[in-house]
């Protein structure tokens, strides 16, 4: 069977073929300790890339990825480690804070592949 290149791809053919249907770009400002900032999707994203063009004062960054309707376990990493790239899972939600070191007014920039 030929493949037709204007139907969708499945889950399983995107993941084969390293592919997808769209794009989304946000740029979320770290918070304080208490607070959280939220990137959410219509649709969940095959892959997601964390970088900033901020000044990078702030320690760490604590990333909450939600998959299944559930957070799991914190990811912390430092601004030296970005662009930090998450992939092989469906992910519906990603949740940043800062450690509250720093200014804690960073821009990161999440850009997620559907």
Partial sequence: MAYDATHGFTVQE??????????????LTLANTTA????SW????????FYTAG???DEGITISLK????HGDDIV??????P???????IEEVTIHGDGTGTDN???TVLSFH
């Fill in 106 to 108: 960073d821009p990161i």
């Fill in 67 to 70: 998959v299944n309707g559930e």
């Fill in 14 to 27: 995107a993941t084969n073929l390293r592919v997808y249907d769209s794009y989304k770009c946000q740029i």
């Fill in 55 to 57: 000044t990078g004062d």
């Fill in 77 to 82: 990493i430092n601004h030296d480690q970005l």
């Fill in 42 to 49: 219509d649709t969940p994203a095959k892959e997601v890339v």
């Fill in 84 to 90: 930090f790239t998450v992939k092989g899972i469906l």
């Fill in 36 to 39: 959280k900032t939220t990137a």
